[in-house]
């Protein structure tokens, strides 16, 4: 079992920058593959981006390459998503989930069945 809780979400003018940060507990943690969704209101849930267990491998949505950094501190159990040069199309609840199934594609929210409860990320133009 994972337990899995957001921080770092709030408000911000377009152009500027966030830090959040997913502090997890339970077994397991350092070799799940970790990654972040989000959800703007009316739409799907979507990839953000991923980290693998060792950190050696980052996955990036098209949309948020360039401008978002996933990383990982296993030591303290936290994985964490930079976003740089918000845009307002960047407004959604963001998601940190740990992957738990192999079968499919690491951007695929089946893929992973940890959630936490998601924190709120506004970009004001």
């Known amino acids: 079992q994972v337990q899995l809780v957001e921080s770092g979400g709030g408000l911000v003018q377009a152009g500027g920058s966030l830090r959040l940060s997913c502090a997890a507990s339970?077994?397991?943690?350092?070799?799940?593959?970790m990654g972040w969704f989000r959800q703007a209101p009316g739409k799907e849930r979507e990839f953000v981006a991923a980290i693998s267990s060792s950190a050696g491998m980052t996955y990036y949505a098209d949309s948020v390459k360039g401008r978002f950094t996933i990383s990982r501190d296993n030591a303290k159990n936290t994985v964490y998503l930079e976003m740089n040069s918000l845009k307002p199309e960047d407004t959604a609840v963001y998601y940190c989930a740990a992957r738990t199934y192999y079968s499919g594609n690491y951007y695929r929210s089946q893929q992973y069945g940890y959630w936490g409860q998601g924190t709120q990320v506004t970009v004001s133009s």
């Open positions: 339970g077994r397991t943690f350092s070799s799940n593959t």
